[in-house]
């Protein structure tokens, strides 16, 4: 945990107090005691910097300091539902890095079985962000969706999305001409990836994502699976990000 994230009803007077795994890590793993300093963020509010004021049997007391607001992550991403195996830690991931939102969605080539997985509960789907954020030191839960028709998404929740939060769209395809830095370099703003599963989209799902707008980019050579890809695509936006406009690029 390398953030405590709090929910804000857990905030009441600059003051929160923690119990649980939370607090087991904090004393155990972090080994704070009263008067340490510790990494806080309010969850969609920004990052405040914290101290552990008192430590009773079951419960912890953090005080706040001044909150610094930290904008939204910039992208979002549709992903082929993987295997409930992988699930958790995908989630966990995609958290770490900070995503906007994550549509999780079906394909020919996912097994419909998947979308019948206990883990795509609610109250797990937001326990694996969670975690994600914390490992990442993200003060924003990403926003999640699960579609188990892939038509129904293309036809009625994309454009619905596209309505509401436009942004470029990319799509990955290991067939693509372009690479993801060709693509993308000389764009700063919202993007929005989709991912396919073990496999890749077929042929007609590719031809929906670029009716719907979509440009297909590969990440290089090798043809990698859906976590990986996933990945690596998610590092190499952080560094194109990380060459604002004005600033001079590495060279090649």
Not at 81 to 107: E, H, I, N
Not at 119 to 134: T, V, Y
Not at 198 to 207: K, P
């Amino acid at each position: 945990m390398n953030l405590l994230l709090l929910d804000p009803s857990e905030v009441v007077n600059s003051q929160a107090r923690i119990s649980g795994r939370r607090a087991d890590h904090i004393r155990q793993v972090l080994r704070k005691k009263p008067g340490d300093a510790l990494k806080a963020a309010v969850l969609g509010q920004g990052r405040a910097p914290a101290r552990l004021v008192s430590e009773e049997k079951k419960e912890l007391v953090v005080e706040l300091g001044p909150l610094t607001p930290e904008p939204q992550p910039l992208v979002s991403l549709v992903v082929a539902l993987p295997r409930p195996k992988a699930l958790s830690r995908l989630l966990q991931t995609v958290a770490s890095f900070g995503v906007r939102r994550l549509d999780l969605v079906a394909g020919y080539r996912v097994d419909k079985s998947y979308f019948d997985s206990p883990r795509l509960a609610p109250e797990r789907l937001r326990e694996d962000l969670w975690l994600g954020c914390e490992q990442g030191a993200q003060s924003w839960l990403p926003a999640i969706e699960v579609e188990p028709s892939f038509r129904t998404f293309i036809e009625e929740r994309l454009p619905r999305l596209q309505e509401s939060e436009p942004c470029r769209e990319l799509l990955l395809d290991p067939g693509a001409a372009r690479t993801l830095a060709a693509a993308d370099a000389p764009h700063h703003g919202p993007v929005r990836l989709a991912v396919g599963p073990e496999g890749g989209w077929t042929t007609a799902e590719l031809g929906c994502f670029e009716r719907a707008g979509f440009s297909g980019i590969r990440l290089g050579a090798p043809i990698l699976r859906t976590e990986t890809a996933i990945v690596a695509a998610l590092g190499q936006l952080l560094l194109l990000d990380s060459w604002a406009p004005g600033d001079e690029h590495p060279e090649s």
